[in-house]
C-alpha cells in the first residue's frame, strides 16, 4: 500500500508544471481558502495599525511635496498642452503584502496577498521604493505567487542609463553572496564600478527604468568576445515584506519609462522593440546609444544620485525640484503612479 | 487501538495543521511558525501502519506543496517519510519525551534534506548550506513546538 501511494506521488511529481500548478490552485480556492482570506484580513489590521507617527511624517512629508510641485506640475500640463502632448500616464499598481517561503524546495518564491480579483495578473512585475523584486509567476483568484530575483528562473534585461550597455541578468552566487550577474556584454562596453543598472523594456516583462542594482565588478570571462558582470541588487527580497505589482499602462497612452519614479534620468535610447515602447529608438546591445543611426538621444550624462531619506513611489519627497524634463517624446518619469482599484471586503 | 483513540489521533493532526496554515499563511508568519504539519504528520505516523502513513503523506504533502510551490515533490518526500516514520516504532519502541523530541528533530530534518534532494532537479532547491544554517534549526524548533503539542495531547486524550 504504501508503494502504491508513493508510486502516485512519483506520478504527481512527474506531470507538467502547469497540471500541477493548476492542482495547486485548485487547493489554494478551495481547502485553504480561508487561510489566505485570513491572511488578507491580517494585511488590512497590520496596515490600520501602523506605526502612527510614521504615517503622520510619510503624510506631512507628502503635504509638502504635494505644495512645492503643483506650481510645476500646472506649467508642466501648460506646457505639455502648449506642444500637442498628451498628459503622460503613470503604471497603475496593486499593492500587496509579500510572504517569503524560506527553505529548501522554496529558493526565491513568495506569497502575495493579492490575487486576480485584486488585478494581478501572471508577470507582472514586483518592485519596491527601491527597485525591482521579481515578477508574478502565478495568480490565483486572491493570491498570488512570485518569484523574485534570487529565484533561478529570474531574468532580467538591464541596461545602464546612458543607454550603453545591455544585458541580460540572472542570479548568481559569488562566494556564499547572492548578486545578479548580467551578460552576455561585449568587451568594449565597459560599465563603471557603482553604475546604475535599471531595466531595459526589453522583452515585454519589465517596463524600462525600474532599478535593478549597481556594478560591483567584472566576472570571469565567458570568452574571447563577451564578459560578464556582477549587479549588487537594490532590494533584498527577504526585506521586501510589503510590494507594489506593476500593471499595464493604456495602449492609448503614449508610454515612458519609470525611472523619475525612482528619482533617475536615463539618458539612452529606448528599445525599439520593446512593447511598452512604441516609437522607440534600436539599440544594439552593447552599442554606444550616440552610434545609433536613428538615435536622437542627448550625449550620455552620469546618472544622478538618487537622493536619500524616506522615499515615496513617484518621487524621493526630500528632491525639492525635479530632474530636468526628459527631452520631449523620448521618455521621462510618470506626472503620477496611481493605484489600481483594490476590491476588498 | 480502539476508534476512539484514531479519532483523537485525527483530531490532534487537523488541529495542528489548521494551526499550521493559520501561522503561517493566516497570520503572515512564515517560518517564523513551526512546522506543524510535519510534527503532526511524524507524530501521526508512528501510530499508524506504514500504508496509511504514506497516504497521510500524500495528502498532506498535496495541502503544503500548494503553499509552497513544491506540489509533487512534498507528497513525495511525506509519503516517503511515513513509511519510514511509521516502521521506525520498530527500532524506537518507547514513548518517551527525549526519544519523542530527537525522533521529531530528525524527522523534520530529513524532512528538508529530501525535499532539498528532489527539487535539486527543478533548480529550486537553494545552496546545500542551507540544510545546515536553515534547516538544522527549525527541525530544533519543530521538535520543541512538538514535543509541547504531545503533551498537551497526552493531557487531553
Same mark, same amino acid.
Given at each position: 500500500?504504501?508503494?502504491?501511494?508513493?508510486?502516485?506521488?512519483?506520478?504527481?511529481?512527474?506531470?507538467?508544471?502547469?497540471?500541477?500548478?493548476?492542482?495547486?490552485?485548485?487547493?489554494?480556492?478551495?481547502?485553504?481558502? +480561508?487561510?489566505?482570506?485570513?491572511?488578507?484580513?491580517?494585511?488590512?489590521?497590520?496596515?490600520?495599525?501602523?506605526?502612527?507617527?510614521?504615517?503622520?511624517?510619510?503624510?506631512?512629508?507628502?503635504?509638502?511635496?504635494?505644495?512645492?510641485? @503643483?506650481?510645476?506640475?500646472?506649467?508642466?500640463?501648460?506646457?505639455?498642452?502648449?506642444?500637442?502632448?498628451?498628459?503622460?500616464?503613470?503604471?497603475?499598481?496593486?499593492?500587496?503584502?509579500?510572504?517569503?517561503?524560506?527553505? !529548501?524546495?522554496?529558493?526565491?518564491?513568495?506569497?502575495?496577498?493579492?490575487?486576480?480579483?485584486?488585478?494581478?495578473?501572471?508577470?507582472? +512585475?514586483?518592485?519596491?521604493?527601491?527597485?525591482?523584486?521579481?515578477?508574478?509567476?502565478?495568480?490565483?483568484?486572491?493570491?498570488?505567487?512570485?518569484?523574485?530575483?534570487?529565484?533561478?528562473?529570474?531574468?532580467?534585461?538591464?541596461?545602464?542609463?546612458?543607454?550603453?550597455?545591455?544585458?541580460?541578468?540572472?542570479?548568481?552566487?559569488?562566494?556564499?553572496?547572492?548578486?545578479?550577474?548580467?551578460? !552576455?556584454?561585449?568587451?568594449?562596453?565597459?560599465?563603471?564600478?557603482?553604475?546604475?543598472?535599471?531595466?531595459?523594456?526589453?522583452?515585454?516583462?519589465?517596463?524600462?527604468?525600474?532599478?535593478?542594482?549597481?556594478?560591483?565588478?567584472?566576472?570571469?570571462?565567458?570568452?574571447?568576445?563577451?564578459?560578464?558582470?556582477?549587479?549588487?541588487?537594490?532590494?533584498?527580497?527577504?526585506?521586501?515584506?510589503?510590494?507594489?505589482?506593476?500593471?499595464?499602462?493604456?495602449?492609448?497612452?503614449?508610454?515612458?519609462?519609470?525611472?523619475?519614479?525612482?528619482?533617475?534620468?536615463?539618458?539612452?535610447? +529606448?528599445?525599439?522593440?520593446? @512593447?511598452?515602447?512604441?516609437?522607440?529608438?534600436?539599440?544594439?546591445?552593447?552599442?554606444?546609444?550616440?552610434?545609433?543611426?536613428?538615435?536622437?538621444?542627448?550625449?550620455?550624462? !552620469?546618472?544622478?544620485?538618487?537622493?536619500?531619506?524616506?522615499?515615496?513611489?513617484?518621487?524621493?519627497?526630500?528632491?525639492?525640484?525635479?530632474?530636468?524634463?526628459?527631452?520631449?517624446?523620448?521618455?521621462?518619469?510618470?506626472?503620477?503612479?496611481?493605484?489600481?482599484?483594490?476590491?476588498?471586503? | 487501538?480502539?476508534?476512539?483513540?484514531?479519532?483523537?489521533?485525527?483530531?490532534?493532526?487537523?488541529?495542528?495543521?489548521?494551526?499550521?496554515?493559520?501561522?503561517?499563511?493566516?497570520?503572515?508568519?512564515?517560518?517564523?511558525?513551526?512546522?506543524?504539519?510535519?510534527?503532526?504528520?511524524?507524530?501521526?505516523?508512528?501510530?499508524?501502519?506504514?500504508?496509511?502513513?504514506?497516504?497521510?503523506?500524500?495528502?498532506?504533502?498535496?495541502?503544503?506543496?500548494?503553499?509552497?510551490?513544491?506540489?509533487?515533490?512534498?507528497?513525495?518526500?511525506?509519503?516517503?517519510?511515513?513509511?519510514?516514520?511509521?516502521?521506525?516504532?520498530?527500532?524506537?519502541?518507547?514513548?518517551?519525551?527525549?526519544?519523542?523530541?530527537?525522533?521529531?528533530?530528525?524527522?523534520?530534518?530529513?524532512?528538508?534534506?529530501?525535499?532539498?534532494?528532489?527539487?535539486?532537479?527543478?533548480?529550486?532547491?537553494?545552496?546545500?548550506?542551507?540544510?545546515?544554517?536553515?534547516?538544522?534549526?527549525?527541525?530544533?524548533?519543530?521538535?520543541?513546538?512538538?514535543?509541547?503539542?504531545?503533551?498537551?495531547?497526552?493531557?487531553?486524550?
Amino acid at each position: 500500500v504504501a508503494g502504491a501511494f508513493v508510486a502516485l506521488s512519483l506520478v504527481l511529481l512527474s506531470l507538467p508544471l502547469r497540471y500541477r500548478e493548476a492542482l495547486a490552485h485548485g487547493i489554494r480556492s478551495s481547502v485553504l481558502l +480561508p487561510f489566505f482570506a485570513l491572511q488578507r484580513g491580517t494585511a488590512d489590521r497590520e496596515g490600520r495599525y501602523e506605526d502612527a507617527a510614521y504615517l503622520r511624517a510619510q503624510r506631512d512629508s507628502l503635504a509638502a511635496f504635494l505644495v512645492g510641485q @503643483a506650481g510645476l506640475a500646472a506649467e508642466n500640463r501648460t506646457l505639455r498642452s502648449l506642444l500637442g502632448f498628451k498628459s503622460r500616464l503613470g503604471f497603475p499598481f496593486v499593492p500587496a503584502e509579500a510572504i517569503h517561503l524560506d527553505g !529548501p524546495g522554496k529558493e526565491g518564491t513568495m506569497l502575495l496577498s493579492v490575487g486576480t480579483q485584486d488585478g494581478v495578473r501572471d508577470g507582472m +512585475p514586483v518592485v519596491t521604493a527601491e527597485g525591482l523584486v521579481g515578477m508574478v509567476s502565478q495568480a490565483d483568484a486572491r493570491s498570488a505567487v512570485a518569484i523574485d530575483w534570487t529565484n533561478p528562473e529570474f531574468r532580467a534585461s538591464v541596461t545602464t542609463v546612458d543607454g550603453r550597455t545591455y544585458g541580460i541578468a540572472e542570479p548568481h552566487e559569488d562566494h556564499g553572496r547572492r548578486v545578479l550577474v548580467f551578460s !552576455p556584454n561585449a568587451l568594449h562596453a565597459t560599465p563603471d564600478s557603482g553604475a546604475l543598472m535599471v531595466t531595459s523594456g526589453d522583452g515585454q516583462t519589465y517596463p524600462r527604468g525600474i532599478p535593478v542594482g549597481k556594478v560591483v565588478r567584472g566576472a570571469a570571462e565567458q570568452g574571447t568576445w563577451q564578459k560578464s558582470y556582477y549587479i549588487e541588487p537594490l532590494v533584498s527580497p527577504t526585506a521586501a515584506t510589503h510590494v507594489l505589482l506593476l500593471g499595464q499602462p493604456a495602449p492609448s497612452q503614449s508610454v515612458q519609462d519609470l525611472a523619475g519614479a525612482w528619482g533617475i534620468r536615463l539618458t539612452g535610447a +529606448p528599445p525599439a522593440d520593446s @512593447a511598452a515602447m512604441p516609437g522607440g529608438v534600436a539599440a544594439a546591445p552593447a552599442m554606444p546609444a550616440s552610434t545609433t543611426p536613428t538615435s536622437t538621444a542627448p550625449p550620455a550624462k !552620469p546618472a544622478p544620485r538618487r537622493p536619500r531619506g524616506p522615499h515615496l513611489l513617484g518621487r524621493p519627497v526630500t528632491q525639492v525640484r525635479p530632474a530636468p524634463p526628459a527631452p520631449p517624446v523620448q521618455q521621462g518619469p510618470p506626472d503620477t503612479i496611481r493605484p489600481l482599484r483594490r476590491q476588498r471586503q | 487501538v480502539s476508534v476512539d483513540a484514531r479519532v483523537r489521533l485525527l483530531g490532534f493532526v487537523v488541529v495542528l495543521v489548521v494551526l499550521h496554515f493559520a501561522l503561517r499563511v493566516g497570520l503572515g508568519l512564515g517560518t517564523l511558525a513551526p512546522d506543524l504539519l510535519v510534527v503532526a504528520f511524524l507524530v501521526y505516523a508512528r501510530e499508524v501502519r506504514p500504508g496509511t502513513a504514506a497516504g497521510m503523506g500524500l495528502l498532506l504533502g498535496l495541502l503544503e506543496g500548494s503553499v509552497t510551490y513544491t506540489v509533487g515533490a512534498s507528497s513525495l518526500v511525506l509519503a516517503v517519510l511515513g513509511y519510514f516514520a511509521a516502521r521506525s516504532r520498530e527500532v524506537l519502541a518507547s514513548d518517551g519525551l527525549v526519544l519523542m523530541a530527537f525522533y521529531l528533530f530528525a524527522g523534520k530534518w530529513a524532512y528538508d534534506v529530501l525535499l532539498w534532494g528532489v527539487t535539486t532537479m527543478s533548480a529550486h532547491a537553494g545552496p546545500a548550506a542551507s540544510l545546515i544554517v536553515f534547516s538544522l534549526p527549525a527541525a530544533l524548533y519543530a521538535a520543541a513546538a512538538g514535543v509541547a503539542a504531545v503533551v498537551a495531547y497526552r493531557a487531553v486524550a
